[in-house]
């Protein structure tokens, strides 16, 4: 298993822990959508004619933004370690699309 799925996997695990713990579900979905994209992708279920780096920097952000909200909002351990570990896989996405560039 490679990092890239890995963190995909893990995203998926967080963002879908915390669609059915959270009270609300529109940010969470969010970022399980695009936690499921990113394991489709890894895997190779998924081939989307897009330059990949446009597409992981959006998907990265599509995982950290509604993750940092969460994260903000959140009122117990367990949906405060599951929104810091998406968040955390949102951010490092998007900075290895953004590092290379600068």
């Given at each position: 298993?490679s990092l ?10 967080a963002a879908?822990?915390?669609?059915f713990t959270?009270?609300?579900?529109a ?7 695009a936690a499921g994209?990113?394991?489709?992708l890894a ?12 597409l992981?920097l959006?998907?990265?952000?599509a995982?950290?933004l509604?993750?940092l909200?969460l994260w903000w909002?959140?009122a117990?351990k367990?949906?405060l370690?599951?929104a810091?570990?998406?968040?955390f ?7 290895l699309?953004?590092l290379p560039?600068?």
């Open positions: 298993m890239h799925t890995a963190l995909a996997l893990s995203a998926l695990l879908g822990w915390l669609f959270a009270g609300t579900r940010l969470p979905l969010v970022a399980l959508l994209v990113e394991v489709a895997q190779g279920w998924v081939r989307l004619a897009l330059h990949a780096s446009t992981q959006a998907l990265g952000s995982i950290a509604p993750a909200v909002r959140a117990g367990g949906p370690t599951a810091s570990v998406l968040c896989i949102g951010l490092v996405q998007a900075a699309v953004l560039r600068l």
